[in-house]
Antibody, heavy 120, light 110 residues
Framework: QVRLQESGPGLVKPSQTLSLTCTVS??????????WSWIRQRPGKGLEWIGH???????SSYPPLKSRVSMSVDTSKNQFSLRLSSVTAADTAVYYC????????????WGHGTMVTVSS | QSALTQPASVSGSPGQSITISCTGS?????????VSWYQQYPGKPPKLIIY???NRPSGVSNRFSGSKSGNTASLTISGLQAEDEADYYC??????????FGGGTKLTVL
């Protein structure tokens, strides 16, 4: 069974950088058939795709966030990471990592999510 | 504002059928068959219930079905059960190679 687990600070100050890591078990990030995505959900709101990374390091992100998003992958640890810079209260959300099929374009396995609050 | 438009809420009685619509532009749904649907309970991550417009993953009840016409995709739940009460989100992989979601629909089983 594929499992994903998000980790990182639950509180970030405005203007600072939010950093999260997703640890994958039950599958290899290097397997090639999948992208590895970040999705967020603001309190009481819908889902928003942030971006994804491939094991090679190539990535894509949602245009409105693109200038603030960077992602990386560590295949030796089977982890991938998100950095979102210059955060504001509007970035307060539950952040999910998810496995994404490159062929069906679906998010088939999700982490439990981690709540990140942006506040001074 | 979400890229895909869903009704904020729908309701139905046990045993009835309901349909949730998901409308996008031509570049978001249009000729593509990469529409998927997710079910989310409070405090839980979303769960995939429909992919490629109308396919069900293994283990998902056949009471869930999906379809698409033009720029609108639909999720139908037949034989409503109390356990179906949840939020439902549509998603599409677009012509711009990004993913977009609907704003979500809260299903209430009366």
């Amino acid at each position: 069974q594929v499992r994903l687990q998000e980790s990182g600070p639950g509180l970030v100050k405005p203007s600072q950088t939010l950093s999260l890591t997703c640890t994958v078990s039950g599958d290899s990030i290097s397997s090639g058939g999948y992208y590895w995505s970040w999705i967020r959900q603001r309190p009481g709101k819908g889902l928003e795709w942030i971006g994804h990374i491939y094991y090679s390091g190539s990535s894509s992100s949602y245009p409105p966030l693109k200038s603030r998003v960077s992602m990386s992958v560590d295949t030796s640890k089977n982890q991938f990471s998100l950095r979102l810079s210059s955060v504001t209260a509007a970035d307060t959300a539950v952040y999910y990592c998810a496995r994404t099929s490159r062929y069906s374009y679906i998010f088939d396995f999700w982490g439990h999510g981690t709540m990140v609050t942006v506040s001074s | 504002q979400s890229a895909l438009t869903q009704p904020a809420s729908v309701s139905g009685s046990p045993g009835q059928s309901i349909t949730i619509s998901c409308t996008g532009s031509r570049g978001e749904i249009g000729p593509y068959n990469y529409v998927s649907w997710y079910q989310q309970y409070p405090g839980k991550p979303p769960k995939l219930i429909i992919y490629e417009v109308s396919n069900r993953p293994s283990g998902v009840s056949n009471r869930f079905s999906g379809s698409k016409s033009g720029n609108t995709a639909s999720l139908t739940i037949s034989g409503l059960q109390a356990e179906d009460e949840a939020d439902y989100y549509c998603s599409s992989h677009t012509a711009s190679s990004i993913w977009v979601f609907g704003g979500g629909t809260k299903l209430t089983v009366l």
